[in-house]
């Protein structure tokens, strides 16, 4: 990931799609939340499944419990809403060392992914968080 100085100000690193990858795959294989910049904005969120459209663009459902929305963030009893990502509009990936957020339980494919490549029901559960 490169990050460079500008005129005494440190400078967002841009990570190239293959970063996104690997740091979402990651986060979904260890259960840690994130946070990101989507659409301009901060999300803070916990990734559940990874995988492509039919154009087989990479797309991301992620349980988002705080940070900011366009569409405002529809928070269900103090909690979150669920979000289709397209990742490659997702950028300044950082995983956090903070709680997992359990989001309702989504019980099939969403619309957005047409195939599936990694989800955290196909992980081991780990020690808590």
Same mark, same amino acid.
């Given at each position: 990931?490169?990050?460079?100085?500008?005129?005494?100000?440190?400078?967002?690193?841009?990570?190239?799609?293959?970063?996104?990858?690997? =740091?979402?795959?990651?986060?979904?294989?260890?259960?840690?939340?994130?946070?990101?910049?989507? *659409?301009?904005?901060?999300?803070?969120?916990?990734?559940?499944?990874?995988?492509?459209?039919? *154009?087989?663009?990479?797309?991301? =459902?992620?349980?988002?419990?705080?940070? *900011?929305?366009?569409?405002?963030?529809?928070?269900?009893?103090?909690?979150?809403?669920?979000?289709?990502?397209?990742?490659?509009?997702?950028?300044?990936?950082?995983?956090?060392?903070?709680?997992?957020?359990? !989001?309702?339980?989504?019980?099939?494919?969403?619309?957005?992914?047409?195939?599936?490549?990694?989800?955290? *029901?196909?992980?081991?559960? !780990?020690?808590?968080?």
């Amino acid at each position: 990931m490169a990050s460079e100085r500008v005129a005494g100000f440190n400078v967002i690193p841009i990570q190239s799609l293959d970063e996104r990858d690997a =740091l979402i795959r990651a986060a979904i294989a260890c259960r840690r939340p994130m946070t990101a910049v989507y *659409e301009g904005r901060q999300r803070l969120l916990c990734p559940y499944m990874l995988g492509r459209n039919k *154009e087989g663009h990479l797309r991301l =459902l992620g349980y988002q419990y705080g940070g *900011e929305s366009g569409s405002g963030l529809q928070l269900k009893d103090g909690r979150g809403d669920w979000r289709c990502f397209s990742v490659e509009k997702i950028g300044s990936i950082r995983l956090l060392d903070a709680a997992w957020q359990p !989001g309702d339980t989504h019980s099939r494919r969403p619309k957005c992914m047409h195939r599936i490549e990694v989800q955290v *029901e196909d992980q081991p559960e !780990g020690p808590p968080q």
